[in-house]
């Protein structure tokens, strides 16, 4: 990015940091933006695009989207966001919530019966926007009564910016709709931006990949930073005292990572350390600490089952009979049986002595660990239809 570039950046966007390398995925993004409002405010309904956005963790997928709400909102779009959560995969409909509840309750209530329509007893209790009547409701009426719900709130808001974050951690219920939403935006003025983690969507995801496979225009991979914009962050950090040779290690231990660089520039300075040559050598051990690698980042990998048996475990102490651990765990045998397998010693046999090696301190009594959701280290064609002003609104009974 040259430093006129950075600037007018800076200037436009006072409150985002600087966005090194992503100038293709800002200007695709504010080309689908600018094209959404001025084709809607000529009168166009089938508008809808599409941005996709996938990287390793750390590599600014979340600073995208951010960027997209900023130059959304720049342009008095409506924006729904959502985040799927590591830890909320198993709550239907969680990330659906997130996206679209927000907006709806700033309805007016007439408005909000408006959104619902016939649907209120189907898709508002998913939406958490109507208490659950208890009784199990056919999941392709909801899914119907959903497509019914979206297409009246693009009505009301339109032109309508959508942001979904952490794909890769949606609850399935939310990750089916979004797949099927996806491929009807097209018919309505909305531009879906969706981010997740390369390599980390879950099977059941088919759909959406063959979206994206569908759609490479679309798509962009992030890569980590080149050594002179990872320079550039260091600098900024260290502006006068950075040396070359210092920065360029920097980039070698990151592999050019933003947040792991961001990371490792707060731990330099935390501990004293000068940018210069002489302390090249001690970059790559303080990046593997940047990175969260310590004991807690290990028992987090464990999953709470584990750590529930060998917390029993530990308390038969020598006399560990698999039985009963799995009974204190609460578990059943069956969800045991893979917890046995990952210690050698209970492998073998039934009654194992060994003694489980977790040390009770501040940070195993908080358990689950709070994830830092930073373990998975390691543009187009614009739509130009212009068609007739109606609204088509599937499920409409
Ligand atoms: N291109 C970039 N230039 C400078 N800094 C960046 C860039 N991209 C990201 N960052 C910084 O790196 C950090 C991590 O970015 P971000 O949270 O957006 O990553 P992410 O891809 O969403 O990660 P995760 O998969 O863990 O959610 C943030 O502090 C962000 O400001
Ligand atoms: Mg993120």
């Given at each position: 990015?040259s430093?006129?570039?950075?600037?007018?950046?800076?200037?436009?966007?006072?409150?985002?940091?600087?966005l090194?390398?992503r100038?293709?995925a800002?200007?695709?993004?504010?080309?689908?933006?600018?094209?959404?409002?001025?084709?809607?405010?000529?009168?166009?309904?089938?508008?809808g695009?599409?941005?996709?956005?996938?990287g390793?963790?750390?590599?600014g997928?979340?600073?995208?989207?951010?960027?997209?709400r900023?130059?959304?909102?720049?342009?008095?779009?409506t924006?729904?966001?959502?985040?799927?959560?590591?830890?909320?995969?198993n709550?239907?409909?969680?990330?659906?919530?997130?996206l679209?509840?927000?907006e709806?309750?700033r309805?007016?209530p007439?408005?909000?019966?408006?959104?619902?329509?016939?649907?209120?007893?189907?898709?508002?209790?998913?939406?958490?926007l109507v208490?659950?009547?208890?009784?199990?409701?056919?999941p392709?009426?909801?899914r119907?009564?959903?497509?019914?719900?979206?297409?009246?709130?693009?009505r009301?808001?339109?032109?309508?910016?959508?942001?979904?974050?952490?794909?890769?951690?949606?609850?399935?219920?939310?990750?089916?709709?979004?797949?099927?939403?996806?491929?009807?935006?097209?018919e309505?003025?909305?531009?879906?931006?969706?981010?997740?983690?390369?390599?980390?969507?879950?099977?059941q995801?088919?759909a959406?990949?063959?979206?994206?496979?569908?759609?490479?225009h679309?798509?962009?991979?992030?890569?980590?930073?080149q050594?002179?914009?990872?320079?550039?962050?260091?600098?900024?950090?260290?502006?006068?005292t950075?040396?070359?040779?210092?920065?360029?290690q920097?980039?070698?231990?990151?592999?050019?990572?933003?947040?792991l660089?961001?990371?490792?520039l707060?731990?330099?300075?935390?501990?004293?350390?000068?940018?210069v040559?002489?302390?090249?050598?001690?970059?790559?051990?303080?990046?593997?600490?940047?990175?969260g690698?310590?004991?807690?980042?290990?028992?987090?990998?464990?999953g709470?089952?584990?750590?529930n048996?060998?917390?029993?475990a530990a308390?038969?102490?020598?006399?560990?009979?698999?039985?009963?651990?799995?009974?204190?765990?609460?578990?059943?045998?069956?969800?045991?049986?893979?917890r046995?397998?990952?210690?050698p010693?209970?492998?073998?046999?039934?009654?194992?002595?060994?003694?489980?090696?977790?040390?009770?301190?501040s940070?195993?009594?908080?358990?689950?660990?709070?994830s830092?959701?930073?373990s998975?280290?390691?543009c187009?064609?614009?739509?130009?239809?212009?068609p007739?002003?109606?609204?088509?609104?599937?499920?409409?009974?």
């Open positions: 990015m430093d006129r570039e950075s600037k007018k950046e800076a200037d436009e966007a006072p409150t985002l940091p600087r090194y390398e100038d293709a800002i200007s695709a993004a504010e080309a689908a933006i600018d094209a959404l409002g001025r084709e809607f405010a000529a009168g166009g309904i089938e508008l695009s599409l941005l996709l956005y996938s390793k963790a750390g590599l997928k979340t600073s995208m989207l951010r960027r997209v900023m130059l959304a909102g720049r342009q008095g779009l924006v729904c966001s959502g985040r799927a959560g590591e830890q909320r995969g709550e239907p409909f969680y990330l659906l919530r997130q679209l509840l927000p709806l309750l309805l007016e007439e408005q909000r019966r408006e959104v619902l329509g016939p649907w209120h007893d189907i898709a508002g209790p998913a939406i958490g208490v659950p009547t208890g009784e199990r409701a056919d392709q009426s909801v119907v009564g959903l497509d019914y719900v979206m297409t009246q709130l693009a009301l808001k339109a032109p309508l910016v959508m942001l979904v974050d952490d794909l890769q951690w949606a609850d399935l219920e939310s990750l089916g709709w979004l797949e099927s939403f996806a491929q009807r935006c097209p309505l003025p909305v531009l879906l931006a969706v981010a997740w983690r390369s390599g980390e969507l879950p099977e995801a088919q959406f990949r063959a979206l994206v496979a569908a759609n490479p679309r798509h962009l991979e992030f890569k980590g930073l050594p002179k914009a990872t320079e550039k962050l260091v600098r900024e950090v260290f502006p006068d950075a040396e070359d040779s210092f920065c360029r920097v980039w070698a231990v990151t592999d050019g990572n933003p947040f660089v961001n990371a490792l707060a731990k330099l300075r935390e501990s004293g350390i000068e940018p040559h002489e302390n090249v050598l001690l970059l790559h051990d303080l990046a593997a600490e940047a990175q690698m310590d004991r807690e980042y290990w028992l987090a990998k464990l709470v089952n584990t750590f048996f060998a917390q029993a308390m038969l102490n020598t006399q560990i009979a698999i039985p009963v651990a799995t009974r204190i765990a609460g578990m059943t045998p069956a969800a045991a049986a893979p046995r397998r990952r210690s010693s209970c492998a073998a046999s039934r009654c194992c002595t060994a003694r489980p090696r977790v040390r009770w301190s940070s195993t009594r908080c358990w689950p660990p709070r830092t959701s930073r998975g280290w390691a187009a064609p614009r739509c130009t239809a212009r007739r002003r109606s609204w088509s609104t599937p499920g409409a009974r």
